[in-house]
Structures are given as C-alpha cells and as structure tokens.
C-alpha cells in the first residue's frame, strides 16, 4: 500500500505538476523560444522556424547549406562524413559542378543537416544572383546581408538564411 502511494504520489508531483510548472514558467519568461522560434509572414501564416534551415531552390531568393538529412528534422543528422572521406569530397565536387557551391562554405552539408545559418562570406557569394533574380541593387543588398549578420560562437559572423529572405519577400511586398 506505501509503494501504491508512493508511486501515485511521485507521478503526480513528477509526471505532472513539474512538467506543468517548467511549461508555464517557460511560456511566461521565454514565450517565443517555448513555442519553437516560429516565423510568421506577414500574411500572419507561420513559415517555420528560425531554428530550422529550410530548401531554396529559386534564383531569386539566398540558398541554405546543402542538408544531409534533405532538411528533414525527423531523422535528422550530419553526414559524419570525415574531412579525409573521398565521399565527403565527391560531394564537394558534385556541388561544385551542379553550380551550387557559390563559395567554398557551400561545397559541404549542413553539420546537423538543418542549420539555419551561413557564415557571411557564403551569403554575400550569392548577392549577385539573387539582386539580378528580384532586380536589385547588389550594393543595397550586400548593406541589407550585412545588417542581418550576427556574430558567430567562436567563428565567423552568419546570418539565418530563412529570416534573410522573410525581409526580402516583406521589402518586395511593401
């Protein structure tokens, strides 16, 4: 009977109320990151996730790191491909000759195959195709890559790919 009690009384404290507790307490102080950094359009319709990269295949907007996991988020990982791997390089080389690879950052997949960001030397490699695609001026939109960089944790500035191209569709719509 002290064991029945027992675990009744633990799972209500820890399988409900705790949870409960954390939930609310992380919808009060932190709403946007609790509810998965969601991006909204301004046709109020979610677009998806500042967290997530997603494919962009067209001229006209800046393209996410090739994935290894096909953006997929279930499932998803790097390729744990090592930098002596000659897949790693036939990739590379794939990329390459596909045109994909505007610059040396854009040879290689994703590390955890949904990466939202890229280092700013790789966004600014594909201003000139994107400013032709939605003819504009390369300047002012090497200036707009610019403001959205963020500095990197122990690396290069990066800029979140899909927020980038939110902005363009916003500043094409206005």
Same mark, same amino acid.
């Given at each position: ?10 799972? +209500? ?5 705790? !949870? &409960?507790?954390?939930? +609310? ?12 950094? =969601? +991006?909204?359009?301004?046709?109020? =319709?979610?677009? %998806? @996730? ?13 393209? @996410?790191? !090739?994935?290894? /996991? ?13 930098? @002596? /791997? !000659? ?13 994909? %690879? ?7 997949? /994703? ?8 280092? +700013? *030397? ?12 939605? =003819?504009? *001026? ?8 610019? @403001?959205?960089? =963020?500095?990197?944790?122990?690396? !290069?500035?990066?800029?979140?790919? &899909? ?5 363009? *569709?916003?500043?094409? *719509?206005?």
């Amino acid at each position: 009977m002290i064991a029945i009690r027992t675990l009744l009384t633990l799972t +209500l404290l820890l399988g409900v109320a705790y !949870p &409960l507790t954390v939930t +609310l307490l992380a919808q009060l102080a932190f709403p946007w990151q609790a509810n998965g950094s =969601q +991006l909204i359009n301004r046709d109020n =319709q979610l677009v %998806g @996730s500042a967290l997530l990269a997603q494919p962009f295949t067209k001229a006209a907007y800046f393209h @996410s790191r !090739p994935s290894a /996991s096909a953006h997929a988020t279930l499932g998803g990982g790097g390729s744990n491909l090592g930098m @002596s /791997s !000659p897949q790693r390089s036939e990739f590379a080389q794939q990329q390459a000759a596909a045109g994909q %690879g505007h610059s040396p950052t854009m040879l290689t997949r /994703s590390g955890s195959g949904v990466d939202p960001q890229l280092p +700013l *030397d790789a966004v600014l490699a594909q201003v000139a195709r994107v400013a032709q695609a939605r =003819q504009l *001026d390369p300047e002012q939109l090497t200036e707009l890559v610019k @403001s959205r960089a =963020q500095a990197g944790i122990l690396g !290069p500035q990066i800029v979140n790919i &899909l927020e980038l191209n939110l902005v363009l *569709d916003k500043e094409k *719509d206005a």
